[in-house]
C-alpha cells in the first residue's frame, strides 16, 4: 500500500501557465509538507500544514499555494508557472512533529 | 535561519568496508536530525533519526552519532553493500514533537559502493 502519493509523475507545461499537484496519504497523519529539490538536488522546504497552521517558507512565491480539501490531501497550485520552476516537488506527511514519510515526487518540467 | 553543511558530496568505497557521511548545523536551538536515503528517481526514505538528547542511535549496519557541543552529526554505514549505493541526505530541525517540523537539508553525499 502506497503511504504518501502523488499525482502526476511528471509534468510538462509551458510558462504562463496553472497548474496543481496532488498528494495523499494514507497514514492518518495530521501534518503535510511540500519539498522543493532543485537540479543540483538541494531539497528545500515550501510549506508546512495541518489544521492548527500553515507555515510558508519566506522564500516561496506567492505564486504557490497549498491547498488542503482534508487531512489526508495537501495540494499544490502554482499559478504563471516560470522556467525556473522547473524541479521535483516531494510532498511529505508526519504525525505532527514525528518521523516525515516522502511520496515519489512529481517532476515539473517548465518549458 | 538553520544551515547544514554536509561532506563529501561524493564517496566511494569498496564492498564491505565502512562508509562515513558528516554534518555540521548552526542553531543551537536544533534538536531533531534525520537522515534520508534517496535512490534514483525516488522520495527520500528515512533511515535513521537521532534527538538531541541521545549521543548515539544505532540500527543494524547504520549508526548515528551527535556532538550537541560542536554541532556536527555523523552517519555510519558498516559492512556496505551495493544496494547502500545512493545519495544520503542530513537534516535539522527546530521544535516539538507536538508541532509540524521543518527540516533543513544538508547538500546531499552520493554515495557509490564498488563490487
Known amino acids: 500500500d502506497t503511504a504518501v502519493s502523488q499525482t502526476p509523475k511528471y509534468l510538462v507545461t509551458q510558462m504562463g501557465n496553472d497548474k496543481s499537484i496532488k498528494c495523499e496519504q494514507n497514514l492518518g497523519h495530521d501534518t503535510m509538507y511540500w519539498y522543493k529539490q532543485d537540479s543540483k538536488k538541494f531539497l528545500k522546504i515550501m510549506f508546512s500544514y495541518n489544521n492548527k497552521e500553515l507555515i510558508i517558507n519566506e522564500t516561496v512565491p506567492n505564486r504557490f499555494s497549498p491547498k488542503s480539501p482534508d487531512k489526508a490531501h495537501l495540494n499544490l497550485h502554482i499559478n504563471s508557472l516560470e522556467l525556473g520552476d522547473s524541479a521535483v516537488y516531494f510532498c511529505?506527511?508526519?504525525?505532527?512533529?514525528?518521523?516525515?514519510?516522502f511520496g515519489p515526487g512529481t517532476r515539473l518540467t517548465v518549458t | 535561519g538553520e544551515n547544514v553543511e554536509q561532506h563529501p558530496s561524493t564517496l566511494s568505497v569498496q564492498e564491505g568496508d565502512s562508509a562515513v557521511i558528516k554534518c555540521t548545523y548552526s542553531d543551537s536551538a536544533s534538536n531533531y536530525f534525520p537522515w534520508y536515503k534517496q535512490e534514483l528517481g525516488k522520495g527520500p526514505q528515512l533511515i535513521i533519526d537521532?534527538?538531541?538528547?541521545?549521543g548515539e542511535k544505532k540500527d543494524q549496519r547504520i549508526a548515528v552519532t551527535l556532538n550537541k557541543t560542536a554541532k556536527h552529526f555523523s552517519l555510519h554505514i558498516t559492512e556496505t553493500q551495493p544496494e547502500d549505493s545512493a545519495v544520503y541526505f542530513c537534516?535539522?530541525?527546530?521544535?516539538?514533537?507536538?508541532?509540524?517540523?521543518?527540516?533543513?537539508f544538508g547538500s546531499g553525499t552520493q554515495l557509490t559502493v564498488l563490487p
Open positions: 511529505a506527511s508526519s504525525q505532527e512533529g514525528k518521523k516525515q514519510y
Open positions: 537521532i534527538r538531541s538528547n541521545v
Open positions: 537534516a535539522a530541525s527546530i521544535g516539538s514533537s507536538g508541532s509540524a517540523r521543518q527540516l533543513t
